[in-house]
């Protein structure tokens, strides 16, 4: 059964818990105060004959203030949709409704919290509580929620026949909207014991995912008629709870900390079940019988760590860090057509070490090593459910062990005040275990992964000020890997950074960045699917450029107008194996990504009662995949290019109203309109206006 939490309720048992707390710091102050009262009375008359002592006269009570703000604001927000507004408005839910939130803050001399939330609906709101009690013990919850929609696909219409095969569509799910809640929960306490240098930390934070999201499927395996594909809702309903306990304790040169965390994750929709037609064809490598038969699983899993650090005091000119962890990642799969998942889990183990030296301002330097060791365990074979598979047990490749080493050293001098200079080496030695089973030339088309990767990167990098509100920075930074560890990793790259800013006083500034990345790889190779087993190289390519510029200017005393324009751009070329083609064609293809941001705002400060703002912002995106023309007997890649192709614009416009009435009464009229059009399909084509009015006020 899905949670619905309820917000009201969450505000009334956080003011309830704000009232008792603060019940507590307040009787320890009346007791305090009582205490001080009978200590203060003035002394019993001397004995008759003796020298009476002179009288102290009281002193008077130190004054101690008490500060509380509190603020409130309750509204209506209209929606209004056009079309598909899930691309448009990605992450907003859709609906009127009304708006409300606040804050209080009370700082007094022993006791201090806050409460601060808003709430736009069930599926979109936030709240925040803090409280202490004289540093002796803190408590922080938190809680927030945002719906993110999801697209829904049509599926083809009407049905059609290929190579003598009948596929026929079936959509269960047409008129639904897809989208899925995602609510977050974290508890924070801490205790300082009074008589031991001791620290008592526990945590709790839970995330859930509820909502429905389109499951496509198909029934067939291209072997027979009728194939029917099927396009339906699949309920989701995942929890992940995280539980934590530490402890942490200053004895003498050394901070010891020690962390116990706990997580799992549970999903609580039972694994969908539909009907399949049978796998008989003797070719094939896993065979099946037709039936009711279980969908793909989010499997159920368990993670816990244990970690203790020590490190020395982090002011002073030599710090030293250590840490070590133990955790282990367990599979709890149910599925129940095969059995075998469940038995699969990661032992991992974390070492750190850092060590900083400053002898003086002008020189530093910083070694920092780390350690991760990966251990993976799972069964030999997975085991059908009888009468299930036609053929024996699926065998299971044995599970890659890994182990990686970093190492990095910076330096940092700095010779003027308004020039520093550093320099980094970063060191990454990957090693791994039972490649032999991955590897298999001759089988099937294969990447072979390397029992080895190295990678040496270094950087320089140069920071200055040299003249009033300009800041330079430069970065040039070369890597360099013998053997890359994936098909996608780099043997060589360059890459450089740079980003300048000046500001001149308070009428005008700017400021512009770029990025240029050059990556380059010769290593990989792939073997064709046909007999002749034909190993074939995968040069790969990669170039990156980004660049933003950003300026702001107040022409007038009342007005600030700013703007900003980004280019992201990404282009790989690669070699590519279409298998699909007989025989196997390789083929140089180029995939480009691109977007382009475009923003500009102005604030105008009217009067002491009317403030006015607009926003308005552009994206213009494309990506497409390119190959070089190939046309072979059993089919060609012409139509490849104009299939993948992707042309997007987004646009955003906000426009925003405050008027005070009074210095503590005011409101605000706020107007949003969202936008998204894809240039190749309007499926997705759709926006989204919102207008929220709401009166706040303050006291």
């Known amino acids: 059964m899905a949670i ?28 305090e105060a009582g205490q001080a009262d009978v200590a203060g009375s003035p002394p019993l008359a001397a004995p008759t004959g003796e020298q009476e002592l002179p009288v102290v006269p009281e002193t008077a009570p130190i004054a101690t203030e008490t500060h509380i703000l509190t603020e409130a604001f309750a509204g209506y927000r209209f929606i209004s949709v056009n079309g598909n507004g899930a691309r448009a408005a990605e992450y907003e839910d859709l609906h009127s409704n009304p708006v409300l939130g606040g804050v209080v803050n009370y700082l007094g001399p022993d006791t201090k919290f806050a409460l601060e939330g808003g709430y736009l609906s069930d599926n979109d709101y936030h709240g925040d509580f803090t409280y202490d009690y004289k540093g002796i013990y803190r408590l922080k919850l938190t809680t927030e929620s945002l719906f993110h929609n999801l697209d829904r696909n049509e599926l083809f219409s009407p049905e059609f026949t290929l190579g003598g095969n009948l596929y026929t569509p079936s959509s269960s799910d047409s008129n639904a909207i897809h989208g899925i809640r995602v609510e977050q929960d974290q508890a924070q306490f801490r205790y300082k014991f009074p008589l031991f240098p001791v620290h008592l930390n526990l945590g709790y934070w839970r995330m859930i995912k509820e909502g429905t999201a389109q499951q496509i499927f198909a029934d067939h395996a291209f072997e027979g008629s009728p194939n029917t594909i099927y396009s339906q ?103 129940v057509d095969f059995r075998g998942a469940d038995q699969t889990y990661s032992t991992i183990q974390n070492i750190a070490g850092d060590f900083t030296y400053t002898p003086c301002r002008t020189f530093s330097m910083a070694v920092k090593y780390r350690r991760l060791d990966v251990e993976r365990n799972g069964p030999a074979t997975l085991t059908p459910l009888p009468g299930l598979v036609v053929n024996p047990p699926v065998g299971v490749r044995t599970a890659l062990d890994t182990e990686k080493d970093v190492i990095t050293t910076t330096l940092s001098f700095r010779p003027i005040p308004l020039v520093t200079l550093k320099g980094e080496y970063r060191g990454e030695f990957l090693s791994r275990d039972n490649i032999a089973p991955w590897v298999r030339p001759g089988s099937i088309a294969t990447l072979s992964y390397p029992a080895h990767s190295d990678i040496h990167t270094g950087s320089f990098t140069l920071l200055s000020r040299p003249v009033k509100g300009m800041k330079l920075m430069a970065e040039y930074v070369y890597s360099t890997a013998d053997t890359p560890a994936y098909a996608t990793a780099f043997e060589e790259k360059h890459e450089g950074r740079a980003h300048v800013s000046y500001n001149a006083s308070s009428r005008w500034g700017v400021t512009a960045s770029t990025r240029i990345t050059r990556e380059n790889s010769d290593h990989s190779t792939i073997e064709t699917l046909d007999a002749t087993h034909t190993v074939l190289q995968l040069p790969r390519n990669k170039k990156i450029s980004d660049a933003t510029v950003s300026f702001w200017v107040a022409p007038l005393q009342k007005l600030t107008i700013s703007g900003s324009y980004s280019l992201l751009r990404t282009s790989t070329d690669q070699a590519v194996l279409f298998a699909s083609l007989n025989p196997a064609s390789h083929d140089l293809t180029n995939y480009t990504s691109q977007a382009q941001i475009y923003a500009i705002s102005a604030a105008y400060h009217y009067d002491e009662r009317l403030d006015l703002s607009l926003a308005l912002q552009q994206v213009r995106s494309f990506a497409e995949f390119d190959p070089q023309p190939l ?69």
Request: charged letters at 20%.
């Open 4 to 31: 619905h939490c309820n917000f009201a309720s969450r505000l009334w048992l956080a003011a309830l818990l704000v009232l008792l707390v603060s019940g507590i710091g307040w009787g320890a102050e009346q007791e």
């Open 631 to 699: 046309t072979v007997s059993s089919g060609d890649t012409s139509g490849v290019r104009d299939l993948s192709r992707i042309k997007t614009v987004e646009s955003s416009l906000s426009a925003r109203a405050d008027y005070r009435f009074v210095k503590n009464v005011s409101c605000a009229l706020e107007y949003t309109f969202r936008d998204y059009d894809e240039k190749n399909s309007s499926l997705f084509d759709g926006s989204v206006n919102s207008v929220i009015l709401y009166l706040a006020a303050k006291w």
């Open 233 to 335: 809702a699949r309920r989701v309903d995942r929890q992940t709870h995280e539980g934590q306990f530490g402890a942490d304790s200053h004895l003498g040169m050394f901070d010891v900390i020690y962390d116990f965390r706990i997580r799992e994750f549970r999903e609580h929709v039972p694994i969908p079940s539909d009907t399949f037609i049978p796998r008989t064809n003797s070719s094939l490598v896993m065979q099946r019988v037709g039936g009711l038969l279980e969908h793909n699983e989010n499997p159920d899993s368990r993670f816990y760590a244990n970690t203790i650090r020590v490190h020395t005091s982090m002011s002073g000119g030599i710090v030293g860090a250590a840490s070590y962890t133990y955790g282990r990642r367990e599979n709890l799969s149910s599925l």
